[in-house]
């Protein structure tokens, strides 16, 4: 445990970002998942909804670098032409 004020405050404030961190990759990750699975059931309609959210949640995660461009790219391509195959 920290001594020093500053050092306890860094403390509080990288369990907070950690927090935060975890919320959004997690919420990435399960849009992802969700968007897969009405990909695999055919719907297109709700597949065309959850695209627009999945891609929402890709790029916050990687505007606050839980991911690497180049992957947030990928994985926006990769979703969007198995939505765009259903049609």
Same mark, same amino acid.
């Given at each position: 445990?920290?001594?020093?004020? %500053? ?5 509080? $404030?990288?369990? !907070?970002?950690?927090?935060? /961190?975890? &919320?959004?990759? %997690? !919420? ?6 969700? &968007? ?6 055919? =719907?297109?309609?709700? %597949?065309?909804?959850? &695209?627009?959210? $999945?891609?929402?949640? *890709?790029?916050?995660?990687? /505007?606050? =670098?839980? *991911? ?20």
């Amino acid at each position: 445990m920290p001594n020093i004020k %500053s050092a306890k405050k860094r403390v509080l $404030t990288n369990k !907070r970002k950690e927090d935060e /961190n975890i &919320l959004v990759e %997690s !919420r990435m990750k399960n849009s992802i998942k969700k &968007l897969e699975k009405t990909i695999k059931e055919g =719907n297109v309609e709700e %597949s065309n909804t959850e &695209l627009t959210t $999945t891609l929402k949640n *890709i790029d916050k995660a990687q /505007n606050i =670098n839980i *991911i690497k461009k180049n992957k947030a790219s990928r994985l926006k391509s990769r979703l969007t032409k198995s939505v765009n195959n259903l049609k």
